[in-house]
């Protein structure tokens, strides 16, 4: 079963990267796009990419540790939740007011708490697996 969550999670996360590649092949080539917005396009990318790929090493590892399904399902949907939820907050350039900060807040929330559980728990089932 956790196979089969790892694989729809990397598959939503592959959908998610693809539209982000062309949401910057798009702001690139466009001549109207102000380069605020290329930026903030290029940002959410390269954030995207700087921290899912770490993430899901660690998922597969927990896959490979057999750690119980439900644990491992919650960890994939904050995985999920994290990189979109932070990819919509610098797509709609919330960076211009404080009070609208909250995705890019929240979205690395999620992600920092899913890289940080995930590494626990590697941590615990290698020492219970000795």
């Known amino acids: 079963m956790k196979q089969i969550i790892f694989s729809i999670t990397l598959l939503?996360?592959?959908?998610?990267?693809?539209?982000?590649?062309?949401?910057?092949?798009?702001?690139?080539?466009?001549?109207?796009?102000?380069?605020?917005?290329?930026?903030?396009?290029?940002?959410?990318?390269?954030?995207?990419?700087?921290?899912?790929?770490?993430?899901?090493?660690?998922?597969?590892?927990?896959?490979?540790?057999?750690?119980?399904?439900?644990?491992?399902?919650?960890?994939?949907?904050?995985?999920i939740l994290g990189r979109s939820i932070h990819a919509y907050g610098l797509l709609k350039l919330e960076t211009q007011s404080p009070k609208k900060f909250w995705g890019r807040v929240l979205g690395m929330g999620l992600t920092f708490t899913t890289i940080i559980l995930a590494s626990l728990l590697i941590f615990m089932m290698s020492i219970l697996l000795q």
């Open 12 to 79: 939503i996360l592959t959908f998610e990267f693809i539209f982000l590649s062309v949401n910057v092949i798009k702001k690139r080539v466009s001549r109207s796009v102000t380069e605020e917005l290329k930026n903030q396009a290029i940002r959410a990318h390269g954030n995207f990419i700087e921290y899912t790929p770490f993430t899901l090493i660690l998922l597969l590892i927990l896959v490979l540790q057999n750690l119980p399904t439900i644990i491992f399902l919650i960890l994939c949907i904050l995985l």
